[in-house]
């Protein structure tokens, strides 16, 4: 089996988390990923689908509510309990200056987004029989890492007396290669394993070469206080509950009526369009006429007595569609507001 071979509860959700990211992101992911969202009509050469895509606008009530949300739950700072030994560590969670509050934001707003996100908290591999002091001098100091839903695309858990246990969880990731010379690079996959080996935490990391053949680059047992860790340190943190059950994104049903908005408002845009300037009408005219202009500094002669001119323009105002517009609106904040609701038992939005 290939390192890369992903579970079948990712690969059942990948296309509602492509969703849920690409209206979170707002109308520049979403007309990149043109007829997978806005589909090309019927015989609709290249340019006018174009023109059409570019007319199309992206209501974003996803980010809208996303944002929203995320600016409740943290409208009071939160209160972070932790050792003395510790509390130095706040400011800096993740060894590139992110403090804890900020990384609590982010786990937020990716609950929010795609229903899941991945924190490893892992330690720089040092050299054997280094001291405490030693290790200050160098810096090395534990650490948190996210993972996007996205990123953590296997996983094996094992029941073992009444308990569940993540004995493997498999992570890709990005990584940036350094190119000829200084100012080039190039981006690469590599994918990190989390396992229990003998009942031992390890890491593994591959990448895949040339020849698209996976190739081992490290093994390292990550070490806490002199002795391997029995346990896998890497949780999933869902809306609901922690745990590598996989649940719908929290906000699927408000994302599927954004896209269906987004379909419907072409329709109302390329009929905007197209009727939005009367359209000249002449009968009667005879062929030897000529041209005619049209401006108000030019004058027409028209040879025939029969000739008739005059601008036709729709009456319609597109009630229909702008009212199925409008109510899918009210319906997005609607849906919105129902993750804001709290049951008897839930206590509602403190609960959050």
Known sequence: MSVRSKHSDYNGMHSRWELCEDFSEGAHAVHEEKEKYLPRLKDEEDASYKLRLSMTPVFNATWRTISGMRGMLFRKPPKVEVPAALSALLEDIDGAGTSMQAVAQEVIEEALTLGRVGILVDYPQAPEGITLADAQVMQLRPMMCLYEAES?????????????????????????????????????????????????????????????????????????????????????????????????????????????????????????FFSGLPTMFISGMEDSDGEISIGGSVANALGSPNAKAYYVEVASKFEALRTNLEDKKREMAVLGARMLEGGKNTGGVEAA
């Open 152 to 272: 953590i695309y296997n996983w094996t858990e094992t029941r073992t007396n009444g308990r569940t246990t993540l004995t493997q969880v498999r992570l890709c990731e990005e990584i940036v290669i350094p190119g000829e010379d200084e100012f080039t690079s190039k981006e690469a996959k590599q994918y990190r394993v989390l396992d229990l080996f003998e009942g031992k935490y390890r890491q593994r990391v591959y990448t895949v070469n040339e020849k698209d053949e996976e190739v081992l680059v490290s093994t390292t047992v990550p070490m806490m206080n002199n002795k391997p860790l029995g346990f896998i340190p890497f949780v999933v943190v869902g809306v609901d509950s922690n745990g590598m059950d996989v649940d719908a994104p929290p906000l699927i049903d408000l994302v599927t009526t954004n896209l269906h908005h987004y379909m419907q408002a072409t329709s109302y845009e390329r009929g905007c």
